[in-house]
């Protein structure tokens, strides 16, 4: 049930994550849409640490129902704050006629750009390797661990590192810039994943929780650094047919990041083995993806 959720989850947050992206897209580009995109990404990070903590206020003034009932009232609200705040970030001489071609034309436009197939396909794959870690994390913390009622706690901790990372790289990106970062990130994710399995191998599938935690925080981490920056580089040619660009790549790389979670978290057996390597596979082919693209552009 909690994986049928978290996929639920993915898939329906992409509305938001489309608008979002088109938003930023017509207003900053490179590194500056770097910049913004982590602030983002910071929120929807740490956005669910607090989550549980505010269903469960709901909960003890009211009933199960009117948890529902809340999301009506933030949408409402949500729609409100838009219409009255939110003007329109598409200068009128670029604006173009919603039309059939056109919508096929600029889907053409989004396939034939190397660097925007290969970014949001990298993308898909770090995003699957994290959503496998949280197909399988109530397993491995509150089973596997054996820490019950402490399974939130130590998912928070977690959390933490990459919503911090998105903040860290929000103020990096500008000096060091975003290609430079995201592929930092990546080479430095690739040892710590083979750290990881290797680990896992060393302690027959089950690894202290201390160091289970500790290679945790750094992969995700990683992974904090590489959200804004691995969307803000796919998007970058996309200037011109921003909305379908970022409907696009939103669906391929979460349709992308379900299929790998699910394989990962239908793996689990009760060991590491599965999450170490899914990681191992998916962020080693993120780098040689990257090497396709960057090595021609040096």
Known sequence: MRKRM????????QAGFVEFVALIRDRFHGSEMARVMSFIMTVFIL?????????????????????????????????????????????REKRKPFTLFNIKAALRDVIESRITVVYMSVAGCVSGA????????????????????QFPLYFAILAIAVGCASLVNSQMVMRFGM??????????MMVLCWLFLFLVWFH???????????ICFALFFCIGVLFGNLNSIAM?????VAGTAAA???????????VLSYLIGRAYDGSLWPMALGFVGLITVSVLLTKMVELPER
């Open 6 to 13: 978290n996929e639920e989850a993915a898939l329906s947050g």
């Open 47 to 91: 956005v669910p640490i607090f989550a549980p903590a505010l269903g469960q206020g709901i909960l003890l003034f009211a009933g199960w129902r009117a948890i529902y009932g809340s999301f009506v009232v933030l949408a409402i609200m949500t729609m409100l704050w838009l219409g009255l705040r939110q003007a329109e970030t598409l200068p």
């Open 130 to 149: 994290f959503l496998g870690y949280l197909n399988s994390s109530q397993q491995i913390f509150q089973v596997q661990y054996q820490l019950g009622r």
């Open 179 to 188: 290609h430079a970062l995201a592929n930092w990130a990546l080479r430095l």
């Open 204 to 214: 027959a599938g089950h690894p202290p929780l201390w160091l289970f935690m500790s």
């Open 236 to 240: 970058e040619p996309m200037g011109h």
């Open 248 to 258: 696009v790549i939103g669906s391929f790389t979460t349709l992308m990041a379900v």
